[in-house]
């Protein structure tokens, strides 16, 4: 179980100096709503700054007022904007709340439209090659969101309690809003994080597997290998009049890297082929027969 805070503007000029032994990590907000520069947070470029200066690992969090997928896919653009050239430890969130009244003033959202904005945010942000997540209160995620569309992403709960009782699974649980550490004037949020994020976006991988290692299929059939590992594997093909082999793509689910695999015509034979997939050092086959 790891400490963290997470912080913004509202906590002023941060001592992160003073922060570095009180606290294993920090998620850090770059901003608000949709991809305007005067919605950047004023202390995101600093915060950064500091944590990797003092080698803090840290995450992100937007806090949302999209109202449509539309106002979403602005907002992934917003924080990515601000993450280039930066690798965060810890996922980057979407907050999902309400504090200020904006969208209960113009009518909410429904659930379906609610989720739907989290996994287009989400899925955006991981395309990218960054862990995405969902910040929620426990009154949205049992509420106002489907939480089983968001399986695939980390979720940061939200319960200011000396336990949680919300009854689904979360990595991070923010349990107070009244912490006190040195280095903040003033109040900040606390956090407890139950997952080893260190590995990056795909942190339960280790090492380089295939989800097959033989697979049959057709001319012109197209088959899908996922790459399970953290850095973009190269590909090379043997038998290439057999299979065509595309260049790895991340996958949305943040699960590691897709490879399609395609048949060719040649002969109206039984022809074999395989790909090699590399990462880490470590090299796995996969073998294809094309019928």
């Avoid at 009854?167 to 349990?175: H, S």
């Avoid at 109040?187 to 597997?209: A, H, Q």
Wanted: proline fraction near 4%; glycine fraction near 10%; hydrophobic fraction near 35%.
């Amino acid at each position: 179980m790891l400490k963290g805070i997470d912080v913004s503007n509202a906590n002023g000029l941060v001592d992160w100096d003073k922060l570095k032994g009180n606290i294993d990590f920090a998620i850090l907000r770059c901003g608000y709503g949709s991809d305007m520069v005067s919605q950047d947070d004023k202390q995101w470029a600093r915060n950064v700054a500091e944590c990797n200066r003092l080698g803090i690992p840290w995450g992100v969090y937007l806090y949302s007022y999209a109202m449509t997928v539309k106002e979403a896919e602005s907002e992934a653009a917003h924080a990515l904007r601000l993450l280039k050239g930066f690798k965060p430890t810890y996922p980057v969130y979407i907050d999902m709340e309400d504090a200020d009244g904006y969208k209960s003033k113009r009518g909410g959202t429904s659930k379906q439209v609610a989720t739907a904005i989290c996994l287009r945010f989400c899925e955006r942000i991981a395309a990218a090659g960054f862990p995405a997540g969902v910040y929620a209160n426990k009154d949205w995620a049992v509420n106002r969101l489907n939480m089983s569309q968001l399986v695939n992403y980390s979720f940061w709960l939200a319960q200011y309690s000396t336990k949680v009782t919300y009854p689904g699974e979360y990595d991070v649980w923010q349990y107070s809003s009244d912490g006190s550490l040195p280095g903040i004037s003033g109040r900040v949020d606390l956090n407890l994080c139950y997952k080893d994020f260190s590995n990056g976006c795909v942190p339960e991988i280790t090492g380089l597997t295939l989800d097959t290692s033989s697979k049959s299929m057709a001319v012109g059939e197209t088959y899908t290998v996922l790459a399970r590992c953290q850095e973009k594997p190269t590909v090379s093909t043997t038998g290439r009049d057999v299979i065509f082999a595309s260049e790895p793509r991340l996958d949305s689910k943040g699960r590691g890297w897709l490879i399609d695999v395609k048949g060719l015509p040649l002969e109206p034979v039984a022809r074999h082929g395989h790909i090699m997939v590399t990462s880490g050092g470590q090299t796995v086959p996969c073998n294809f027969t094309v019928l």
